[in-house]
């Protein structure tokens, strides 16, 4: 498949775009600064600098032209307020999305955070509550495309902790925390079988090897 990845100098985007380029996809990646491009490839991966914050849709669309597959990975990221929260995790998703939908990529995941399901309460700091209703935002935007196949996923507390292999992929799996290394595992099964379109899922670590744990929830839609 030729994949690409918005956000593709990000921790968890830079594990993905590994784990792709090893088994023979062909990867672009989304950067905003050209000196990350080094990063990308290192891996074997294609650096594409655009800034999703500022591009218009037809630039986007160009990068997308061809691509059996779109992952959106990027973030504003700590230390950024709640302005590029919805102008990063919200706007340039549906930005995104639409390239995607224009140049015909149609399988599309999306990385989401868990608790975007629901209102933050009202003692979330208000950064994070920003966050989370731009992530949810996001969401309902491309939930709402019949012209994806869409998945979303919401992993729990990201750790660089080594990845396991072993998860808990559910539409609800309650709290917990998940490797950023098995999270990029997630979303490489995850583009392999079409079966889990449609669906919002959690993701924590847990007892389920990954390819178990997606081939499980691929078959409850038979």
Not at 104 to 130: C, K, N, Q, W, Y
């Amino acid at each position: 498949m030729r994949i690409v990845i918005a956000g593709g100098h990000g921790q968890i985007a830079l594990r993905l775009e590994h784990l792709l380029t090893a088994r023979g996809d062909e990867v672009a990646g989304i950067i905003r600064k050209p000196e990350q491009a080094g990063d990308l490839l290192a891996s074997g991966t294609e650096p594409v600098v655009c800034d999703l914050e500022t591009a218009s849709l037809e630039d986007v669309v160009k990068h997308l032209e061809g691509a059996d597959a779109a992952v959106f990975a990027a973030g504003a990221g700590p230390g950024s307020g709640a302005a590029r929260k919805e102008t990063v995790d919200h706007r340039s998703a549906v930005l995104f999305a639409d390239a995607a939908e224009r140049a015909g990529a149609r399988r599309f995941l999306i990385i989401s955070s868990m608790g975007a399901s629901h209102e933050p309460p009202p003692d979330t700091d208000p950064v994070f509550a920003a966050y989370l209703r731009a992530k949810a935002a996001a969401d309902d935007d491309i939930r709402a495309r019949d012209g994806l196949d869409w998945t979303v996923l919401r992993p729990g507390r990201l750790t660089n902790d080594p990845g396991t292999g072993r998860v808990k992929l559910a539409e609800h799996t309650g709290r917990g925390e998940v490797t950023r290394d098995d999270v990029a595992a997630v979303l490489a099964a995850l583009l392999d079988e079409p079966r889990t379109a449609g669906r919002t899922l959690e993701l924590i670590n847990g007892d389920t090897p990954v390819a178990e744990a997606v081939r499980a929830i691929a078959a409850e839609r038979g």
